[in-house]
């Protein structure tokens, strides 16, 4: 009977979190729809999950490029967010209306509106672990307060260091390209290897739990 109710209680909560997955990814996909961005974010999700070998030099291109500019003309912090913001509202309002036409998606078929489903779902599912991931923190926070304080505080210690050791429009640079290669670097699964033993000193760290000794 107990084993009957455990069950019962699993489905149950696994078709609660299919539909507010569903949820998440439906939410996603009218926004796009609505905004005008869904013939864009096809060929911008193919540039980031690097589907052409050169994808990644073309990023890191545009970035440099961009960043000479304001290294060369020497642009104030302020000047450089305000000119960014026009830039990202000026295409804001144009997509919507010369984007199918610049993109070649004049025309939306089954196979377009399946991979642009699959697009919203991963975009769904990366904020579900960004909110995941501060859940955790505070749980942390709550749970052992002492390995919150020092971990927190050595991360802002380390971050402190580096940024008097670079230049700020370096470092906010690399911050940049490593954000943007990020979902390639996902995608071609090349962080699995270099990114796991960070990972699992992190969640040991997170649950406490000691590192199991092997057994000879």
């Known amino acids: 009977m107990a084993d009957s109710l455990r069950r019962s209680h699993q489905f149950q909560y696994q ?10 990814v439906s939410d996603v996909k009218r926004t796009f729809e609505g ?8 060929p911008l999700a193919s540039l980031f999950r690097w589907d052409k070998p050169y994808y990644p030099a073309i990023i890191v291109g545009i970035t440099t490029f961009l960043f000479s500019i304001v290294w060369y003309i020497e642009l104030s912090t302020l000047t450089t967010v305000s000119l960014a913001c026009m830039i990202a509202g000026i295409f804001d ?6 984007g199918a036409t610049v993109t070649g998606y004049k025309t939306w078929t089954e196979v377009e509106e399946s991979e642009f489903i699959s697009i919203c779902e991963k975009i769904a599912s990366a904020r579900q672990n960004i909110l995941e991931a501060w859940h955790s923190l505070t749980e942390m ?9 020092f971990v927190v505080m050595g991360v802002l210690t380390l971050t402190a260091w580096v940024g008097n050791l670079i230049d700020n429009l370096f470092l906010t640079y690399i911050i940049v390209n490593g954000i943007l290669l990020t979902p390639g670097l996902l995608h071609h ?3 699995d290897k270099y ?7 992190l969640h040991r760290v997170k649950t406490g739990a000691p590192e199991k000794s092997k057994v000879n």
């Open 189 to 191: 699964k090349l962080t």
């Open 15 to 24: 078709n609660l979190s299919v539909c507010e997955s569903n949820s998440k």
């Open 141 to 149: 926070r709550q749970q052992n307060s002492k390995t919150f304080f």
């Open 195 to 201: 990114l796991q033993p960070v990972m699992k000193i």
């Open 93 to 98: 309002f144009i997509v919507p209306f010369m």
């Open 35 to 42: 905004n005008g961005w869904r013939e864009v974010l096809l």
